[in-house]
């Protein structure tokens, strides 16, 4: 059902926790839907220098969170936001049809933080 | 810790018993004749499903000719089911069941919905166990046919059919009641004298017998429209060509099942209780789910809070062990469990829930195994996690 890399990314999830002294975060999904994702970044002029999630979801969830922190990491916001939920999926190896929305959360997640990061530099 | 393979999904389907295989083989090769056909060789395979259908009733308590022979346990629910709606609906277009029961009565129901049919779905407790004053009161006039499960698949909880088959027969005695019995069948005592139940749907693949083959219980004197058409199989009540080897295997596991039942559930059961009582002493916020006393011996079903159930078991299969989130027909689905949510239980615990279900061939070593590879698991998701560090009470112990 999954792929070796997703396999290996649940197994060995990269960038498990939260940074300290985070400028970025955002939180996606809700228990109900059995899916939360939470990313924070440090970001220090517009690079992510440090970027760290916690998922509650499935095996999939898991490992695109892990794939996306480890695609983000030294990028820049505008390369950031420009991450789309497919890139993720081809760097699994491929996703489940019924998983895909994983993806897609951590696409949002990353919008969302690198948005709040914005909103807070400008105040 | 050495990595074994655990198999703790007997509820999905258990092994096929070598004694079973055994019995079994003749029938593929040697003794390979239709059943149905005039010849010796036809008339050498109806022998073995006759003897095997002599069994089977004498286990259940009925006459032979009230066992009629399906490719499995749907297909009876389907055949009951559809097959009473069918006979009777000049009488009532109301049906009975519940909310907890398996999608093969529940799909079944709501085609019936889409014919017409109004169905209504009784509630369990938050035990599990149904709700006999609302299922009394959910009894109309129009009534034709009650479905209610013996056992539910996915907790284990047992149901009380002999009250509610009392309930509905001091009502309406036009009322049939029939009852899946899929996942009671080997484990409990079914003799349909003693529940009192009109149609009783069973397969094989539970306890210990072959895929693919089921039976459905008729009691003399229920008509219900065929659901396959075809030869003048089964007393021309279903068409197709009767499966010998498997008929003759189900007959034989069921034999099996009945003579060794005390002796099997009081090893499954003891393992069962053992790896409940760890869990629960072991690992914090983990709850079970449904009733711990009217319940299955092999069943437990256990809800991890902050965990999500795909996750513990997709870890759990890394480290050799199966067990189930739900029941396997909708674990590829992202909805959470029916049954569970009937049970009142919180949907972010629902999505948390796996089902662990033991067999005959169980060992403590597995248990002990499962309980120790279980608690790493628990701590590992846990601390990744959003749901439980949001609470300041709650500190992860890695």
């Known amino acids: 059902m999954y792929t070796?890399?997703?396999?290996?990314?649940?197994?060995?999830?990269?960038?498990?926790?939260?940074?300290?002294?985070?400028?970025?975060?955002?939180?996606?999904?809700?228990?109900?839907?059995?899916?939360?994702?939470?990313?924070?970044?440090?970001i220090e002029?517009?690079?992510?220098?440090?970027?760290?999630?916690?998922?509650?979801?499935?095996?999939?969830?898991?490992?695109?969170?892990?794939?996306?922190?480890?695609?983000?990491?030294?990028?820049?916001?505008?390369?950031?936001?420009?991450?789309?939920?497919?890139?993720?999926?081809?760097?699994?190896?491929?996703?489940?049809?019924?998983?895909?929305h994983c993806s897609v959360l951590a696409e949002e997640a990353i919008r969302g933080a690198i948005e709040y990061y914005k909103n807070g530099r400008q105040e | 810790m050495e990595k074994r393979r655990v198999y703790l999904d007997y509820a999905a389907t258990t092994y096929l018993d070598k004694e079973v295989l055994k019995e079994m083989s003749p029938y593929f090769t040697d003794v390979f004749g239709n059943a149905n056909s005039q010849h010796l060789f036809g008339r050498d395979a109806a022998k073995a499903v006759a003897e095997a259908r002599v069994k089977i009733a004498e286990i259940i308590g009925s006459k032979p000719n009230e066992i009629y022979f399906t490719s499995g346990g749907t297909e009876a629910d389907n055949w009951a089911i559809k097959g009473i709606a069918a006979a009777y609906e000049g009488l009532g277009k109301h049906i009975i069941t519940s909310a907890v029961e398996h999608h093969a009565v529940l799909e079944t129901c709501k085609a019936l919905e889409k014919k017409g049919f109004e169905v209504t779905y009784v509630p369990v407790g938050s035990d599990g166990?149904?709700?006999?004053?609302?299922?009394?009161?959910?009894?109309?006039?129009?009534?034709?046919?009650?479905?209610?499960?013996?056992?539910?698949?996915?907790?284990?909880?047992?149901?009380?059919?002999?009250?509610?088959?009392?309930?509905?027969?001091?009502?309406?005695?036009?009322?049939?009641?029939?009852?899946?019995?899929?996942?009671?069948?080997?484990?409990?005592?079914?003799?349909?004298?003693?529940?009192?139940?009109d149609l009783m749907s069973v397969s094989a693949h539970k306890f210990y017998g072959p895929k693919g083959i089921g039976f459905l219980y008729i009691k003399n004197g229920v008509k219900l429209d065929k659901l396959i058409s075809g030869g003048n199989q089964e007393r021309k009540m279903r068409g197709g060509t009767l499966n010998v080897p498997h008929i003759v295997g189900m007959a034989k596991a069921f034999e099996l099942a009945s003579l060794h039942r005390e002796k099997n559930n009081a090893h499954i059961q003891s393992l069962r209780d053992?790896?409940?009582?760890?869990?629960?002493?072991?690992?914090?916020?983990?709850?079970?789910?449904?009733?711990?006393?009217?319940?299955?011996?092999?069943?437990?079903?256990?809800?991890?809070?902050?965990?999500?159930?795909?996750?513990?078991?997709?870890?759990?299969?890394?480290?050799?062990?199966?067990?189930?989130?739900?029941?396997?027909?909708?674990?590829?689905?992202?909805?959470?469990?029916?049954?569970l949510l009937a049970l009142g239980i919180k949907i972010e615990l629902a999505h948390g829930s796996l089902r662990f279900s033991f067999g005959k061939s169980t060992t403590r070593k597995d248990v002990d195994y499962t309980v120790d590879c279980l608690k790493d698991i628990v701590n590992r998701l846990r601390a990744m996690s959003p749901l439980f560090y949001q609470l300041p009470s709650k500190k992860t112990n890695v």
């Open chain 1, 4 to 42: 070796d890399k997703v396999m290996e990314n649940f197994r060995n999830p990269q960038n498990v926790g939260v940074v300290e002294n985070a400028n970025a975060k955002y939180t996606v999904g809700s228990p109900e839907c059995g899916d939360i994702m939470e990313m924070s970044m440090r």
């Open chain 1, 45 to 100: 002029e517009d690079v992510i220098v440090d970027i760290k999630f916690r998922t509650f979801g499935c095996a999939a969830a898991i490992a695109s969170s892990s794939m996306a922190t480890q695609m983000l990491k030294g990028k820049t916001v505008d390369e950031a936001v420009k991450l789309k939920n497919t890139e993720v999926i081809d760097a699994l190896g491929g996703l489940p049809p019924q998983k895909i």
């Open chain 2, 129 to 197: 166990v149904l709700d006999l004053k609302a299922f009394e009161n959910a009894i109309r006039d129009d009534t034709i046919l009650v479905s209610i499960m013996y056992a539910n698949n996915e907790i284990g909880t047992v149901m009380p059919i002999q009250e509610a088959v009392a309930i509905v027969k001091k009502q309406n005695h036009r009322i049939y009641f029939h009852t899946d019995c899929v996942q009671a069948a080997g484990a409990l005592d079914i003799d349909v004298n003693k529940s009192g139940v």
């Open chain 2, 274 to 339: 053992g790896f409940i009582d760890r869990i629960l002493s072991e690992i914090d916020n983990v709850y079970l789910n449904g009733s711990r006393e009217k319940r299955l011996p092999g069943n437990a079903n256990l809800s991890f809070e902050y965990i999500e159930g795909e996750s513990l078991l997709m870890s759990l299969d890394l480290e050799g062990i199966a067990a189930s989130s739900g029941s396997a027909c909708s674990s590829g689905s992202l909805d959470p469990s029916h049954v």
